[in-house]
């Protein structure tokens, strides 16, 4: 996992690698889901996310109540199918909002990030949220990726835990 330079004192000087144009989504969007939907009984299990990897949730659901909301990003594109199948094959360890650099990072394998988007004003602040409530859950949080809005199931779900979880 990176190290967070938030917490080390050390400035991140990892630069993302673009991802190529034929993974790249057309829309992107902050939202949340409900806490309650990833535990047993939920609506979310491995049976309905596509491509993907649920993180256990037991450490969280000792100190949060299902009310919470888990916060995530959903990626909107034509080529779904195509997009999780890459992120499948990647060890996707954490998405991160980069506030200096007004950026949305995958964080994958040890030490790769990927430039998902350049964030405008609005976003930024999108992902202010994204990250504080990152940080009220202990890192988790998720991405999806469907093909538009109107999907009744994604092509590809990560539940994801970032261990280094803080603002950047």
């Known amino acids: 996992m990176a190290v967070?330079?938030?917490?080390?004192?050390?400035?991140?000087?990892?630069?993302?690698?673009?991802?190529?144009?034929?993974?790249?989504?057309?829309?992107?969007?902050?939202?949340?889901?409900?806490?309650?939907?990833?535990?047993?009984?939920?609506?979310?299990?491995?049976?309905?996310?596509?491509?993907?990897?649920?993180c256990p949730v037991s450490s969280v659901m000792e100190t949060e109540a299902a009310d919470a909301f888990v916060q995530g990003?959903?990626?909107?594109?034509?080529?779904?199918?195509?997009?999780?199948?890459w992120l499948g094959g990647t060890e996707v360890a954490a998405l991160r909002c980069d506030l200096r650099r007004r950026t949305l990072v995958v964080e994958a394998d040890i030490s790769t990030q990927y430039l998902m988007a350049r964030l405008n004003d609005v976003?930024?602040?999108?992902?202010?949220?994204?990250?504080?409530?990152?940080?009220?859950?202990?890192g988790l949080h998720f991405v999806a990726v469907q093909e538009d809005e109107n999907d009744e199931e994604p092509a590809g779900f990560w539940l994801l835990r970032d261990l280094d979880s803080g603002m950047a």
């Open 4 to 54: 967070d330079p938030s917490s080390s004192g050390f400035l991140d000087v990892r630069t993302p690698v673009k991802l190529p144009d034929a993974l790249r989504g057309e829309k992107y969007a902050f939202v949340s889901l409900p806490f309650a939907e990833f535990l047993p009984g939920g609506a979310i299990t491995a049976e309905n996310i596509g491509v993907g990897r649920l």
């Open 73 to 85: 990003v959903v990626i909107l594109t034509k080529r779904a199918k195509a997009l999780a199948s």
């Open 123 to 138: 976003q930024r602040e999108e992902g202010v949220a994204f990250e504080e409530g990152k940080d009220r859950l202990g």
